[in-house]
């Protein structure tokens, strides 16, 4: 089980470890700064942050003592876009900046892959690392795609890559989730990409291009680790799933109190089991009546347990970011922060739940530390 | 080459042979994430004068500039108190006495409030 937690704010990172009495916080970095994500890298246990200063950009910053200190390395950077390039595909005419506006996810290579690291930023880019962050190199297959040109933003004003699986099995094979273009798949470690298979459904889009798969808003893909072929999604409009690696979903429909939400996260062990933060959905976001709960499928699907032990039932007005959520190797340890800045740890793989605070800054990401991602 | 913070140049250089460039300033804000000392630097429009900073100091360049060259969407840049009028490619003359100045724009700081 997971004895540390890292959680990024929009005043800081905040390191949680659980000692003889609990959990708690043991230390704040980069206080008062926006920190919009966190990686933890289980192959070298260093850590990843990444900082957006406003002003000065986006900034990364490695820690190889755990959090206690941090040196700034290189951020992905676009290359200059050619003065003559005319975008093929463009969306509404125009062509997406080359510009770095987030780093929306990180995640390592493979365990046999030391020093890669994936990251998927706005506008759209995916970079890759081969040194561990000192240098990256945009993935040009997925970017000079026609059909990445079409991608456009799903609440933030550029398309962003937020979900990053590396097949445990192959890690070649990178499935991505993109707001707003669906699933994309490599079998080839970038070389070559398509776009996932049929089942999703864009409500926010006109009929003919409902089932469109590059049209599709993903809030995030989790990925089994036992079975990587077992993927989940909680999408703007609702919840799917596969069981063959992108290549087909199906919606999980009913769900109560709501099948709107960011967060989703998959059993490490068990294919059948993911938990989600609803939401009333999207023109509202919040929590049904006010009532913070997580909901637990243990069948695939086919049923949901809305877990409330711990949390808040009255006029509770947390939202969870997607990368708010997360699951310890052993499926045991779960944690959820939210825009409020309450997080939430539960150890009983969701039954329960206790507060480690209610007064952080809002919560953009929580990661656990694993001993395997 | 006019490396010195103005002012601090040895009197020798001072005196008899210091060559008038334009002095390039930074922000306070900047300091803390890159250190930034005002340097005297040679260039006749603001994208020389500032890539001569930057050879000097490269991590400076990523906080001030984007991706693809350009000012950073929410920072300015002023020529003797007057904001500049090209932002994409920074080609506003500078003279010799001039002065430089990189500051952060009221606008964009609400990715931190």
Request: glycine content about 10%; aromatic content about 8%.
């Amino acid at each position: 089980m997971s004895q540390r937690c890292h959680v990024a704010t929009r005043k800081g990172l905040f390191t949680l470890e659980r000692g003889r009495s609990g959990w708690s916080i043991a230390r704040a970095s980069f206080c008062g700064d926006n920190c919009t994500l966190v990686m933890h890298d289980p192959r070298e246990n260093t850590l990843l942050a990444t900082l957006n200063h406003g002003h000065f950009g986006v900034k990364m910053h490695r820690s190889a003592d755990g959090g206690a200190t941090w040196k700034e390395i290189a951020s992905p950077k676009y290359p200059e876009k050619p003065a003559d390039y005319v975008p093929k595909a463009p969306l509404e005419g125009k062509s997406a900046d080359w510009s770095l506006k987030l780093v929306w996810s990180l995640a390592p290579g493979g365990a046999n892959e030391p020093g890669v690291i994936w990251c998927g930023t706005l506008p759209g880019g995916l970079f890759r690392s081969e040194d561990g962050g000192d240098s990256w190199s945009l993935n040009r297959p997925l970017w000079d795609d026609p059909l990445r040109e079409q991608w456009f933003g799903g609440g933030a004003d550029h398309p962003g890559i937020h979900s990053i699986c590396v097949d445990p099995r192959d890690p070649d094979h990178v499935i991505i989730g993109i707001s707003c273009g669906g699933v994309w798949i490599t079998r080839d470690g970038g070389h070559s990409w398509s776009v996932g298979g049929p089942g999703m459904r864009a409500e926010f889009m006109p009929p003919e291009r409902q089932f469109d798969p590059n049209a599709q808003d993903p809030h995030m893909l989790a990925q089994c680790r036992a079975n990587p072929d077992a993927l989940w999604v909680q999408h703007h409009n609702g919840i799917f799933r596969s069981l063959d690696a992108a290549a087909s979903w199906a919606e999980i429909e009913g769900v109560k109190p709501s099948a709107f939400g960011f967060a989703v996260a998959a059993h490490p062990a068990d294919p059948e089991t993911a938990w989600f933060v609803p939401a009333v959905k999207d023109e509202k976001r919040y929590p049904a009546e006010g009532r913070v709960v997580v909901n637990r499928t243990r069948d695939g699907g086919k049923t949901f347990e809305i877990l409330t032990r711990g949390l808040p039932q009255e006029h509770a007005y947390d939202l969870v970011y997607r990368h708010a959520l997360d699951v310890d190797e052993t499926g045991e340890s779960l944690v959820f922060g939210s825009t409020t800045g309450s997080v939430w740890i539960s150890e009983d793989s969701g039954d329960s739940w206790q507060t480690l605070s209610s007064h952080l800054p809002p919560v953009y990401a929580v990661r656990f530390e694993k001993a395997i991602d | 080459m006019g490396l010195f913070p103005r002012g601090a140049a040895p009197p020798m250089l001072r005196i008899k042979y210091r060559i008038t460039v334009p002095l390039v300033r930074f922000t306070q804000n900047i300091q803390r994430h890159v250190g930034c000392p005002p340097l005297e630097l040679p260039g006749s429009t603001v994208r020389e004068a500032l890539n001569q900073y930057f050879l000097l100091n490269e991590r400076a360049r990523a906080y001030v500039l984007d991706d693809q060259g350009k000012l950073r969407q929410h920072m300015a840049v002023f020529v003797n108190g007057k904001q500049i009028d090209d932002r994409e490619g920074l080609s506003d003359p500078v003279a010799a006495s001039a002065t430089i100045d990189l500051v952060q724009a009221l606008s964009g700081g609400n990715s931190n409030s």
